[in-house]
């Protein structure tokens, strides 16, 4: 059964950190793009930073310069260092799979709640 799991998440005051870890298995996702996304209450689901194999495809602007992804395929995992937090950076985070060739993520985490106070 292929099954990302996220951990990490937590209570943290503005300007602190936290990374955020995104264990799959199942299968090998060493060539998958991978994406860490975020929801808020009462707002969208929105791509934070993504990755294709070892490259980095993107961050959104409010994270750039705070939020770096990064993975260790020896282990199967996705990274996901937040610094400088802000209370906005507030949500649920969910790591997510998608396979070379496929036009959408097609595997999903469960989440983890971050939390940031001011």
């Known amino acids: 059964q292929v099954q990302l799991v996220e951990s990490g998440g937590g209570l943290v005051q503005s300007g602190e950190s936290l990374r955020l870890s995104c264990s799959a298995s199942?299968?090998?996702?060493?060539?998958?793009?991978m994406g860490w996304f975020r929801q808020a209450p009462g707002k969208e689901r929105e791509l934070v930073a993504a990755m294709r194999g070892p490259l980095v495809t993107y961050y959104a602007d409010s994270v750039k310069g705070r939020f770096t992804i990064s993975r260790d395929n020896a282990k199967n995992t996705v990274y996901l260092q937040m610094n400088s937090l802000q209370p906005e950076d507030t949500a649920v985070y969910y790591c997510?799979?998608?396979?070379?060739?496929?036009?959408?993520?097609?595997?999903w985490g469960q989440g983890t709640q971050v939390t940031v106070s001011s």
């Open positions: 199942g299968r090998a996702f060493s060539s998958d793009s």
């Open positions: 997510a799979a998608k396979r070379t060739g496929r036009m959408v993520y097609d595997t």
